[in-house]
Nanobody, 117 residues
């Protein structure tokens, strides 16, 4: 089973930037589409962005133009570059296989992003 470890979160002021990393393990060369999701306290997981093995991307309207998802050459690590952050971006951020996310399964520990002045 593919497992993910998220990192790179932290505290940032409004207008600042962060880059999140998602390291996959157990993909055995099978890692295809990967998505970033976020969850604010008391709220459901929200889709943020996704990227498939060919590099095609998809973004939630709320982050389009501010966030960029990418993956490395080996396709075992996915990144989320977040620019011009605002307080509404405050959440725990997770990466997951899209089909697992839809099923509400395979959520890891996530990485906390807090945007505050």
């Amino acid at each position: 089973q593919v497992q993910f470890v998220e990192s790179g979160g932290g505290l940032v002021q409004p207008g600042g930037s962060l880059r999140l990393s998602c390291a996959a393990s157990g993909s055995n060369g099978r890692l295809d589409a990967v998505g970033w999701y976020r969850q604010a306290p008391g709220r459901q997981h929200e889709f943020v962005a996704s990227i498939n093995s060919g590099g095609a991307t998809n973004y939630a309207p709320s982050v389009k133009g501010r966030f960029t998802i990418s993956r490395d050459n080996s396709k075992d690590t996915v990144y989320l570059q977040m620019n011009n952050l605002n307080t509404e971006d405050t959440a725990a951020y997770y990466c997951n296989l899209p089909w697992s996310a839809v099923a509400g399964q395979n959520w890891g520990q996530g990485t906390q992003v807090t945007v505050s002045s």
